[in-house]
C-alpha cells in the first residue's frame, strides 16, 4: 500500500501456505476489490482467494472449485467471475498452429460454483521441434479471449470478431456489443518486422537460431479485431483497437452502459492501466531498464455523446 504521493505504507500477505500467504508462483495472480473496504487476492495455482481488510489483516481464505484457478474479477454483490487456465502439453500436440480452450464460470463469495458462461477459444501458439522435442511460441498477432466484469455483468469476447457478449451474474446473455471495423491480413513482413525488432539486442547467432525455428510459422487470416478492454467509475466500456505493425497507437472506443459509443479515446502508449475514474487514469509505465513508475493522467470528459468526439488527458501525466 501507499499514499498519494508514492511513500510506501504497508506490505500484506507474504510467501508461504498459511493463512493469508501465497505460493512462489504467479501469486498473487490477481488482486481485486470486494465489497465493503476490502480486496480479494488469488493464489493462481493454489486455487485459493484470500479476503484482506482496508487495514490488511487477513480475513478468511477459501478453495475454488475444480478447475477454475484464476479470479478474473468480483461483481457488486461478491460473486466471483472465474476462468481455467487453458491445458497445455507441447509434447503430445505435435507441431503447427495450436488453440486450446478457456472456459469461464461465475461462483458465489465461498467459491462454489454459481454458473457456468461458456468455452471460449485462447490464444494461438506455434509448437515446433527443438533439441529433440517440442517447444511453444506465441504466434505474434495471436487471437484470444478477453473478459471483464462491466459492473453487474461480465463481458467476454474472443477478438477474432469485433463481437463483445455481456452477461448477467446468473449466466443469461444480457446483450452483445458489435462494431464495424477495417480487416487486414497479416503479411510475411509483418511477421520479419515483428521477429527483427523482438529480438533486436541478441546475438546474430541466436536471432539467426530462432528465426530458423520460426520460418515455418504459420500467419492468421487476419489481424485481432480489438485488444484489451476495461472499465470505468461511469460503468462505461472500453475497448482498445488492436495495434497493427506499423500504425499510430490505437485508439480506445469507449461505450456506455448500454452499449452505445461515446467517443474515441487517445491513451499514452506503454500505459499498463490500473483504475480509470471520474476524472483521471491511473496506471504505470516502464522505462528501457524495466523500473516500473506510476503515473496519475487528468481525464476531461465531453458531455456530447457523438460517436466522432474525443476524448484525451488534459496534461502529460506526472
Known sequence: MFDASGTHLASWGGRGEGPGEFGDFAAPWSVEPWPGDSIAASDLY?????????????????????????????LPDGKMFLGTVPAFVAGTMGTGLVRREVEYAIAVPDGNLHAA??????????IFAEGGGMAPYPQPFRHSAIAHVWGDLIVIGSNDLYEIRAYTADGALARIVRRAHDVRSPTQSDLDDHLDEQYADRTEEERARVLAELEDMPLPERFPAFGRILTDSRGSL????????GEPTPAWTVLDADGRVLGLMDLPPDLRIFEIGEDYILGSVSDDLGIERVQLWPLERSESRQAAGRLAPTATGG
Open 238 to 245: 472500453w475497448v482498445e483497437d488492436y495495434q497493427l505493425p
Open 117 to 126: 458462461l461458456g468455452t471460449y477459444p485462447a490464444s494461438e501458439w506455434y
Open 46 to 74: 493454489a486455487r485459493r482467494v484470500s479476503i484482506f481488510n482496508a487495514q490488511g489483516v487477513h480475513g478468511r481464505t477459501f478453495v475454488l472449485e475444480d478447475q477454475y484457478y484464476r479470479l478474473m474479477g468480483v
